[in-house]
């Protein structure tokens, strides 16, 4: 279809405010982190407000927190995903419209409905403050989703694929890790970026889950700040740089699995 | 049908963690929205009278209206506007669309606490967005946008607003992706214009993509503590508390863990009948294919 070149101009027109929209609070953020902190430093640009905010969020050690976290939320939920997106994406048995149903459910029970009893439950069993009590709600989080994700993707698979294998005498599991899981490795790739930037991100959870704040991952470095009227806007700033920078140069390298799984997440709905 | 237990092997682990920390503590907060509790110590058991004081209880009621209104903000606006930039996006085939997407997509990577360092850096008396009215001619208007009793609430949905346009735009920009183009040459021969181009074809052809839309964005419309916690802390007084910030508070700054789990059930049911209502509506008006 021909367009004219006044409405492709148009076009780039449209999409360079609207990208311009959406850059403009990040920028303001940078730029506020990297100037003077008020009534301490004159004009220029102050990296060492970045060093600053490091040690009074205590950044360090709560990066390390939220490494631990993701690694081991992203990796048992896509486990667990995996194994149950293949009994419903393969499999034929009973009751399994329902179960099915009940994990949907999943994505759309919002984290502020259950975050009261899995404290107070919690606390009583002697969990909280540690990874457990952070980490066994976001995997159940990220299991909803990632069952229905990876039942999507199996159930696409051509079916002489797996009954080939079947036929082959190869058993379940074998079929699973030689057979199935290979052509999905696109798929798996987009879930697993997905389930790192949602436990990345988590605000609630480990507010709430680490009371005594041993178990507080990066974005709760900036509650510290909260409480400080005297804090200076480039720290907090500054703080904020630290929190996103991880997961935007994920992003930035690993766009084309985002993007996709954001726009197709929501489309399989 | 093969009755054999392995299909339940493979789905008891998922099933078990999600169980026992999703479905369990919802069926809890249930329980605990029928007792009063401090948090410690015995309880008493109330019926639904927790339910029933909210009923009239000013702050829960306006943390109910302010969701309302930030759902105007979150899913209405974007929608609407996402739905018009994506026409027009569509009708040209623009190239580099690649590193637009990176940008427009940006705000939905950044964790909430980030966005809301952001936006408080801009409403701040000393701030963006006065330092650009008065750039303008127009200082007089300048003001500590989030400590406005009757600004506050837009100026978190305009935050919600910044969130979600751009996701919902490349979600309907996808969807219009999918229309043959045949049917809009069709019409181009029968002498349509953009507009009724618009309504004839490209509307009807991304029914599923606006309900996804709605979904997505009333959902994080309810869910919007992170940004309220730490942008107005629901103030000032009541202007901007909604009900996901005032489970929180109410269990844990009020000790109030039975009113709080009321209000978690309220919200919760609000998230599953606003999804099936939007679902059922754009289920009917789906056109056959």
């Not at chain 1, 492709?8 to 982190?33: H, R």
């Not at chain 2, 110590?41 to 829960?60: A, K």
């Not at chain 2, 930030?70 to 040209?92: D, W």
């Not at chain 2, 039975?258 to 008006?285: C, D, H, K, P, Y």
Request: charged fraction near 10%; hydrophobic fraction near 55%; avoid cysteine.
């Amino acid at each position: 279809m021909t367009v004219s070149t006044t409405e492709k101009t148009l076009n780039y027109i449209v999409l360079g405010l609207f990208a311009l929209f959406a850059i403009t609070p990040i920028i303001t953020v940078i730029l506020t982190a990297l100037g003077p902190q008020t009534r301490v430093q004159t004009g220029g640009l102050h990296f060492e407000n970045i060093v600053d905010a490091w040690n009074i969020g205590q950044f360090g050690p709560a990066l390390g927190r939220s490494v631990m976290v993701a690694l081991l939320v992203v990796s048992s939920a896509l486990l667990l995903s995996i194994l149950a997106g293949y009994a419903f994406g393969t499999m034929r048995f009973r009751g399994s419209t329902v179960l099915f149903y009940l994990f949907l459910l999943g994505l759309m029970i919002p984290a502020e409905a259950i975050i009261i009893p899995l404290f107070f439950d919690l606390r009583a069993l002697g969990l909280t403050d540690t990874i457990w009590a952070v980490s066994l709600p976001q995997i159940a989080q990220s299991v909803a989703f990632g069952t229905f994700w990876m039942r999507a993707q199996f159930r696409a698979l051509p079916p002489n694929l797996i009954e080939a294998a079947a036929i082959d005498g190869a058993s379940g599991m074998r079929t699973l890790w030689r057979i199935v899981v290979p052509p999905s490795m696109p798929s798996i790739a987009t879930v697993t970026v997905l389930m790192f930037m949602w436990t990345w991100n988590e605000f609630l959870i480990p507010l709430v889950m680490s009371p005594g704040a041993t178990w507080r991952t990066a974005p709760l470095g900036l509650a510290v700040f909260k409480g400080q009227y005297t804090a200076d806007s480039a720290l907090i700033a500054s703080a904020g740089v630290i929190i996103a920078a991880p997961i935007v140069v994920v992003f930035l390298l690993l766009q084309r699995y985002f993007i996709n799984g954001m726009l197709e997440g929501a489309a399989k709905e | 049908m093969r009755h054999s237990a392995t299909p339940y092997l493979y789905l008891l682990p998922a099933f078990v963690v999600y169980a026992a920390f999703m479905l369990y503590p919802l069926v809890r907060a249930g329980q605990f929205s029928l007792f009063d509790w401090p948090g410690f110590g015995p309880s008493t058991f109330v019926g639904f009278g927790n339910y029933i004081d909210l009923l009239s209880d000013d702050r829960f009621l306006a943390s109910i209206s302010h969701a309302l209104i930030l759902i105007l903000f979150y899913s209405i606006l974007p929608l609407v506007i996402g739905l018009v930039l994506a026409a027009v996006l569509r009708r040209g085939s623009v190239r580099g669309l690649g590193f637009f997407r990176v940008m427009i997509f940006m705000p939905q990577v950044i964790a909430l606490v980030v966005v809301a360092v952001a936006w408080r850096q801009i409403y701040s008396p000393n701030g963006t967005l006065n330092d650009l009215l008065g750039a303008i001619g127009l200082g007089g208007l300048a003001r500590g946008w989030l400590g406005d009793p009757i600004l506050a609430l837009p100026a978190v949905g305009v935050i919600g607003f910044w969130l979600e346009t751009g996701l919902v735009m490349l979600l309907l920009l996808a969807g219009m992706g999918r229309i043959s183009n045949q049917l809009f040459e069709a019409a181009r021969l029968d002498g349509a214009g953009p507009v009724r181009e618009f309504f004839a074809i490209t509307l009807p052809s991304v029914r599923g993509e606006i309900t996804t839309a709605l979904v997505l964005t009333i959902i994080a419309a309810l869910k919007t503590f992170d940004l309220v916690y730490l942008t107005t802390s629901g103030g000032p007084g009541t202007s901007t508390t909604v009900p996901s910030y005032e489970v929180y508070n109410r269990a844990f700054n009020l000790k109030e863990v039975g009113s709080a789990s009321a209000v978690a059930i309220v919200l919760t049911i609000m998230v599953f009948l606003i999804n099936i209502a939007v679902s059922r509506i754009g289920e009917e008006r789906r056109t056959p294919r």
